[in-house]
Nanobody, 128 residues
């Protein structure tokens, strides 16, 4: 059974940092393109960043460059999302996503429709 499981969300103060983690299991292919979306209350879902697990640099949404960092974990098909200098506007549900598409690995995938697999999400709340 395919699963994406997020961890690391919670309540943090503005200015702090947070690291989210996502582990993938049950996939047929070992080489995944994995990343994160987020959805703030009352707003549309937006692409944060993603990375091909076997190599290459991460891809980021335009407004996500700088404070957000996607990195591979030590475990097979594990990715992390580091968020620095958190602001209340970062309050959102953060979703781990994965795609087995070679095109995603090669060109990047920035739209939610390009991802077949989604985690249940982890909530990040930033207090001012």
């Amino acid at each position: 059974q395919v699963q994406l499981v997020e961890s690391g969300g919670g309540l943090v103060q503005a200015g702090g940092s947070l690291r989210l983690s996502c582990g993938a299991s049950g996939f047929r292919f070992k080489d995944l393109y994995m990343g994160w979306f987020r959805q703030a209350p009352g707003k549309e879902r937006e692409f944060v960043g993603a990375i091909n697990w076997s190599g290459g640099d991460p891809d980021y949404g335009d407004s996500m460059k700088g404070r957000f960092r996607v990195a591979r974990g030590n475990g097979q098909n594990t990715v992390h999302l580091q968020i620095d200098t958190l602001t209340p506007e970062d309050t959102a549900d953060y979703y781990c996503v994965a795609s087995e598409s070679y095109d995603c690995a090669r060109y990047g995938c920035y739209d939610a429709s390009e991802y077949n697999y989604w985690g249940l999400g982890t909530r990040v709340t930033v207090s001012s």
